[in-house]
């Protein structure tokens, strides 16, 4: 055991070497992709059965058509427990919705959630196991948070001298780098705890580099950090992904449109939840009463039709359909700005607290919106923390960059 203990140690140093300081090759020729699960389990790496493993996976942990718990059960490795972030293991779980402890009926295996009050694994939980693997679908936003699962993850692991493995996985929305960049003396929480925009533009096997490398953990430690990096991944790809990585997020538009829709959270309007299109549609129960026109015209050019929708037991809402819409590389402001200028109540719009600010990571958008701030005004306000946070992520990208994305406007 002490042996292949050993061998396991000097395979994560290896991976450490490559998987956080070298950037992956870019193919001249398109080759399928592969995501760190399934380079993990191919002939470069080795899985020592021995060791007890730990996964923090979900119903987006896949290797092919099969779970990444089934696949391990199969090559003899030796999984004693399952840690599960929002939604639960099975991705069913609505946002906010307390997830419970439990048992997977499929393997037995004990489930501890880290959503509710249990956020980080403890050290009794964490006793018996000799390596953690993290495998989530990240959709590339701050404000989603898988990223403060993997913050509190590697923060246990650092704490209780165990190594970690994070299996890489495409970001959907890895193509683009913006928005306001999170003010973290004022709005950290479990929904940005981390000085990044609302769109960072890299993967999560990245974003954990830097995570470890910024020293983001409490008191500046760091974690034995290792990352399976994917083969042949190109940021500027698109990338559908397999299965929903949470309830809402039912396909590529609204995986598109989730960046620049979800600071809907923090305001009187719906986004859909409780309908067929959550992050498709957003619309407010309270219009003005001034008679709307047929059409909104959005800041790229783009038409967007009148839409009325009621959501599952909630009130009927009054706004626009974003369904066939193309959506550019972009936070986009567009969405915000329509919608507060049609509510009838605009002192009501941010719900009197200061949820909004903490999706916006910052209190100073909010400001921008009421006193009605012309958008590239806005825009340009972000532009020196985003360059400084683009010097940041430079040191540790795993894959080529891309050139600068410009929106098409036409």
């Known amino acids: 055991m002490h042996t292949l203990r050993h061998s396991w ?107 509710g009050k249990n956020k980080k694994p403890t050290p009794a939980q964490l006793k018996d196991v000799d390596v953690v ?33 994070v299996l ?8 683009y780098i913006d928005g ?19 769109v960072y533009g890299m993967t999560i096997g990245e974003y954990a580099c830097m995570v470890n490398g910024e020293h983001w953990l409490s008191g500046g430690i760091e974690c034995k950090l290792s990352v399976v990096p994917m083969q042949n991944y190109r940021r500027d790809s698109v990338y559908d992904l397999p299965v929903p990585p949470s309830p809402n997020l039912r396909n590529a538009h609204a995986i598109a449109l989730y960046p620049s829709l979800c600071l809907f959270e923090g305001t009187s309007a719906s986004v859909g939840r409780g309908t067929d299109w959550p992050f498709e549609v957003v619309g407010t129960p309270h219009p003005s009463r001034v008679e709307w026109n047929a059409t909104y015209t959005l800041a790229a050019g783009q038409k967007v039709p009148l839409y009325s929708f009621t959501p599952k037991g909630g009130k009927p809402c009054y706004g626009f359909d974003l369904r066939g819409i193309k959506v550019p590389p972009r936070f986009d402001l567009s969405y915000l700005m329509m919608m507060y200028n049609v509510v009838a109540n605009r002192n009501l719009f941010f719900l009197g607290n200061n949820f909004f600010d903490k999706l916006a990571g910052t209190g100073d958008l909010r400001r921008q919106l009421q006193h009605q701030v012309p958008e590239e005004e806005i825009r340009a306000s972000w532009q020196p923390q985003l360059d400084h946070f683009k010097t940041i992520r430079s040191r540790y990208l795993l894959y080529p960059d891309i050139e600068s994305v410009q929106v098409d406007e036409k």
Request: charged fraction near 15%; include cysteine; charge should be negative.
């Open 180 to 198: 306001p960049v999170l003010d973290t003396a004022k709005y950290r929480s479990f929904v940005g705890m981390h000085p990044v925009p609302i």
């Open 133 to 165: 693997i993290f495998d989530l679908q990240d959709v590339g936003c701050r404000f989603y948070t898988y990223l403060s699962t993997l913050h509190y993850v590697m923060e246990a692991c650092a704490e209780n001298d165990k190594p970690l493995l």
């Open 168 to 175: 890489d996985r495409p970001n959907p929305n890895g193509h």
């Open 9 to 115: 140690l000097v395979l994560v140093a290896l991976l450490l070497a490559v998987g956080c300081k070298a950037q992956q090759p870019k193919p001249s020729v398109p080759q399928p992709l592969r995501v760190g699960a399934e380079v993990m389990l191919s002939k470069e790496y080795a899985i020592f059965p021995p060791l007890a493993v730990a996964l923090v996976a979900n119903q987006t942990s896949l290797v092919g058509g099969t779970h990444l718990v089934d696949t391990l059960l199969n090559e003899g490795v030796h999984v004693t427990k399952i840690f599960c972030p929002e939604h639960g293991f099975r991705g069913t779980e609505a946002a906010g919705a307390k997830v419970d402890n439990s048992v997977d009926p499929k393997t037995g295996l004990p489930i501890i959630s880290l959503y």
